[in-house]
């Protein structure tokens, strides 16, 4: 072999080498003589880094189910960020969990195979035609996709929906349209959750990545909306938070006014508020009434919009977006309640609260 051939072989093997390296190894290399802008980005991240470590030994161990959609998921930026958060969470010893939906994609992919799309009261009807293409994009585009972004920085994630080891089980549901019960076909809400297998990956260092597909008793696949599989999660697995991602700032007391944009609220005061709420915010905000109520110590929705938004609101003093918090209790003491892990005690969700496309998987 020549010396030019010893020299092409080096360098696709170098080349193939550098492809496989992890993210987190492909590390820019440090360079001498930089500048003062640099040096305060620097210190600015030092610093940040200093003023996380409170919060940091504070959830320490803790699970934390985070609902990923909105814009989130649509972004190229706010994807990799976001992967890039729960990695970083995992890293430092919190124990993520990803709940994902998938409604834009969902739609996209009907158009593309010229499959016609209804909704009733908000709600997707999902034929079993229909729920063959929500199980292929959940599972094996979206949910995919995320597993990869998140795995680019090492072998953290593992991609699973409902139906894998009776994980949810789904009860059907009908939704009422001008005051009249309407058939939406393969929709479900959560009935039961065996946390068993998720808790077993946690254990194992892994993030698991959520689809919101799930069988009925009779093993019929049902499409559950995202955010009510989220909060029957974060029950089930006895997480000390549950973080919706949305396209708002957070939770407004009179939308859209942005003076009554509200940082905490608590669960007896949502549960009055909730009837007045815009209907894309109505799954969210029930879903983190229903967590609040069956255990969880705090729920949030923050504004996926904004990069890195899981990691302001979990390692920093301001937080963002709307925390909620059990009416019964203080917030202080809501920082040291012990994190009840007893499966779930309230029924589905009502049937007639209404959810938008973009948030429904």
Not at 159 to 179: Q, Y
Not at 328 to 334: E, F, G, L, V
Request: aromatic letters at 4%; glycine letters at 10%; proline letters at 5%.
């Amino acid at each position: 072999m020549s010396a030019s051939s010893f020299g092409n072989s080096s360098s696709s093997n170098n080349a193939a080498q550098a492809d496989s390296t992890p993210a987190y190894e492909q590390a820019t290399p440090r360079t001498e003589g930089r500048g003062r802008v640099e040096a305060v980005t620097a210190a600015a991240r030092a610093g940040f880094l200093a003023d996380s470590l409170p919060w940091l030994l504070k959830w320490r161990g803790q699970i934390v189910v985070v609902k990923y959609g909105g814009n989130a998921m649509t972004d190229e930026h706010l994807k990799s960020a976001f992967a890039a958060d729960m990695v970083f969470l995992r890293t430092v010893g919190l124990k993520p969990v990803v709940v994902h939906g998938g409604g834009p994609q969902i739609s996209a992919m009907l158009k593309r195979l010229n499959v016609a799309g209804e909704f009733k009261g908000g709600f997707r009807v999902t034929t079993p035609e229909t729920m063959d293409i929500v199980r292929m994009v959940l599972v094996g585009q979206v949910g995919r996709e995320l597993v990869n972004l998140i795995n680019a920085h090492g072998p953290f994630a593992v991609g699973m929906s409902g139906e894998d080891a009776n994980l949810l089980t789904a009860a059907r549901r009908t939704v009422s349209v001008d005051g009249v019960q309407a058939d939406i076909g393969l929709v479900g809400d959560v009935a039961s959750v065996n946390p068993d297998a998720v808790l077993d990956l946690v254990a194992a260092g892994r993030i698991p990545v959520i689809a919101t597909v799930a069988p009925d008793i009779d093993g019929v696949v049902h499409n559950v909306n995202a955010d009510t599989a989220a909060a029957a999660l974060a029950i089930a697995l006895g997480a000390s938070k549950l973080l919706m991602l949305t396209d708002v700032e957070g939770l407004y007391s009179n939308w859209p006014d942005p003076a009554s944009l509200l940082s905490v609220i608590t669960a007896d005061d949502l549960e009055v508020l909730l009837p007045t709420l815009e209907a894309g915010m109505v799954p969210k905000m029930e879903g983190c009434l229903r967590a609040v109520r069956g255990g969880v110590p705090r729920a949030h929705v923050i504004d996926g919009r904004t990069p890195h938004a899981v990691l302001l609101e979990i390692v920093t003093d301001a937080g963002v977006g709307t925390m909620v918090i059990d009416g019964a209790r203080s917030a202080a003491t809501q920082d040291n309640a012990q994190i009840r892990t007893a499966p779930i005690a309230a029924g589905p969700l009502s049937s007639e609260l209404p959810v938008t496309e973009t948030d429904e998987s």
